[in-house]
């Protein structure tokens, strides 16, 4: 769920858009939370577009062109809202849980077989 402060954004649903073809596309191409993070920190990058094209995802490649292509104030507040819903990557602790590779992973087939550990 989106934070309550962005709940009244009119940019919202535009992020949320967004942020979803920038993970199917990171997911396509074997990146990471980290690459979608870095292509949000430019508000003009269109590797995540690109990306979708190549393994052609069409439909989410024309949103997030789309999104690319308004006026730079409201690009802006879209990639804005995006990058506050992904803010927590920013912080490499927490991208450590995230990220294959950076840190210690939840493997959900040995957590549904052990004994006593909870969420």
Not at 11 to 31: E, I, M, S, V, W
């Amino acid at each position: 769920m989106v934070s309550s402060t962005l709940d009244d954004s009119p940019n919202t649903p535009a992020g949320d858009a967004l942020l979803a073809g920038l993970f199917l596309a990171a997911a396509r191409d074997g990146r990471s939370l980290l690459d979608v993070y870095g292509w949000l920190m430019d508000s003009e990058d269109p590797t995540g577009a690109d990306l979708l094209a190549i393994h052609g995802d069409v439909l989410p490649e024309k949103r997030v062109r789309a999104v690319l292509a308004t006026h730079e104030k409201q690009r802006d507040g879209v990639y804005g809202t995006a990058q506050t819903m992904l803010r927590s990557v920013a912080d490499p602790a927490r991208a450590a849980w995230v990220v294959p590779g950076q840190g210690p992973q939840l493997d959900p087939t040995a957590f549904v077989g052990s004994e006593g550990d909870t969420l």
